[in-house]
């Protein structure tokens, strides 16, 4: 059996995901660090300052690297192993469970659909039956 470096596993190991846009020369549109860190075996979030990272990546939960070259990244993941990562790491759970919980979520979507019951209907749809 051929072995490559990516099977190999050693105590203590950890790997490193760039997110990208699923499609070729496409732009990410939104990332949340709160929610990748609540994905069972991600450690710890690092960003740059693209799209709405910024928004999303606080000190609570990550760190936002000045901007995507290597030495800011480098320089962000060093800010990050000189933080208590189990601090972000508990900080990112808890936003998760406070703002993607089901019954929040659901709250959201149903007020949502309420609020555009009482918009009127697009032309295209005056004759349609809902």
């Known amino acids: 059996r051929t072995l490559f470096g990516s099977d190999v596993r050693v105590p203590g190991m950890l790997t490193a995901l760039i997110a990208r846009p699923p499609v070729f020369g496409g ?7 709160a929610r990748a860190q609540a994905v ?5 979030v690092v960003a740059v300052p693209a799209g709405a990272l910024p928004e ?13 070259s290597v030495a800011a990244l480098a320089e962000a993941i060093a800010a990050l192993y000189a933080r208590d990562r189990a601090a972000l790491g508990a900080a990112a759970r ?11 979520i659901v709250t959201q979507q149903l007020d949502t659909y309420r609020a555009l019951l009482h918009q009127p209907r697009p032309a295209a749809l005056a004759g349609v039956a809902l």
């Not at 069972?40 to 710890?44: E, I, R």
């Not at 808890?94 to 929040?104: K, L, N, S, V």
Request: hydrophobic share 45%; no cysteine; net charge positive.
């Open 27 to 33: 732009k990410l549109k939104r990332f949340d660090a």
């Open 40 to 44: 069972p075996g991600v450690k710890y």
């Open 56 to 68: 999303l990546v606080d000190d609570a939960v990550g760190v936002l690297a000045a901007d995507v």
């Open 94 to 104: 808890a936003r998760i469970e406070r703002d993607y919980a089901w019954p929040r």
